[in-house]
């Protein structure tokens, strides 16, 4: 296992602010307080890849659907980090009857 600086790692995934955000909690979390963390590189690559997978086909979803999706609903869900209710929510997007249905499920 790599010992891996989660500031030299965050700095390799600068994509988008929000996405860099997202990163950025995920790995300070599961640092919980350490500077350093074992734990394979390819492990944070694969949270942070299926968070922004998630991310996207949920917002892929909703607009293929309902056309537009609101910036303030869009943002809730770039914020969100949790990949378990994610794929909730990628779910609900699919399910869902309305854009405001959807909103609902995000509170």
């Known amino acids: 296992m790599a010992v891996v600086d989660a500031s030299v790692w965050i700095a390799g995934f600068r994509e988008s602010d929000a996405f860099h955000e997202q990163a950025q909690y995920i ?6 307080g350490q500077e350093r963390i ?9 949270v ?8 996207k086909a949920i917002l892929h979803t909703l607009t293929k ?9 869009e943002k809730i869900v770039r914020g969100i980090t949790d990949l378990e209710r994610l794929e909730q929510l990628a779910d609900d997007a699919f399910d869902c009857e309305s854009i405001e249905e959807f909103g609902k499920a995000l509170t």
């Not at 074992?38 to 694969?46: D, K, L, Y």
């Not at 659907?65 to 609903?73: I, Q």
């Open 65 to 73: 659907r309902f056309k537009t999706v609101p910036l303030s609903l």
């Open 38 to 46: 074992n734990m394979p590189a390819i492990a944070f690559t694969e």
């Open 27 to 32: 790995i300070q979390s599961l640092i919980a």
């Open 48 to 55: 942070a890849g299926a968070i922004k997978r998630e991310t």
